[in-house]
């Protein structure tokens, strides 16, 4: 069973992924400022990598959003942005990527190479390395706040691949499931599909 903190991150994810959703991520936003429960950087990663799930205006204006109920985020400095090393990004990436895909990862590397090099390419080095190996919050969080979104948005090819890669990184079936319900916000058919694609890690 997810715990309170991370039930909030997940909803906070879920509540960032759509605009039409934008009213109720500023109430979630004012109630968790409230209960104390979450801290900025915490918000402001789940909101960072939005942008690989829901796309950068979904990122942005979360951001803006947190910003205006908490205050300014930590951001990182221009000076550690130029001295990015981009092999590094790759090693990191690659060093997720096979966690989060355990066996399964040639084969999905694979089959990005095959449908594009490039999204291939930038998936390892903008999503696992820079994005999602950041250290603001681990990879089974991260892994269920994707979880939810993708649900949400009904990517069920990428849902079950992120569904698998919370598992590998640690979530329980009690748990990614969970995340999916958040996610549906009671959508029956959205909660259906993600039940069906969980049963299958049984």
């Known amino acids: 069973m997810l715990n309170a903190h991370a039930r909030s991150l997940i909803e906070a994810a879920t509540l960032a992924s759509r605009p039409e959703l934008r009213p109720e991520l500023l109430e979630f936003l004012r109630l968790l400022k409230l209960k104390e429960l979450i801290t900025t950087e915490e918000l402001y990663e789940v909101f960072l990598q939005t942008y690989l799930f829901a796309g950068f205006p979904a990122a942005l204006e979360s951001v803006r959003l947190l910003e205006k109920v908490f205050g300014q985020p930590m951001f990182i400095t221009t000076e550690e942005i130029s001295n990015t090393d981009y092999s590094d990004f790759l090693t990191q990436g690659s060093d997720l990527y096979q966690r989060v895909y355990a066996s399964n ?40 706040c994707i979880v939810s979104q993708l649900t949400q948005l009904g990517w069920e090819r990428q849902l079950y691949s992120h569904i698998l890669g919370a598992r590998n990184v640690g979530a329980d079936i009690e748990e990614i499931s969970e995340a999916a319900r958040i996610g549906s916000r009671n959508d029956q058919s959205r909660c259906s599909y993600a039940e069906q694609l969980i049963k299958k890690l049984v």
């Open 105 to 144: 990862a040639p084969k999905v590397r694979a089959e990005m190479l095959r449908l594009s090099p490039e999204l291939a390419a930038w998936a390892m080095i903008e999503g696992y390395g820079k994005t999602l190996s950041r250290p603001g919050l681990d990879s089974k969080t991260r892994e269920l």
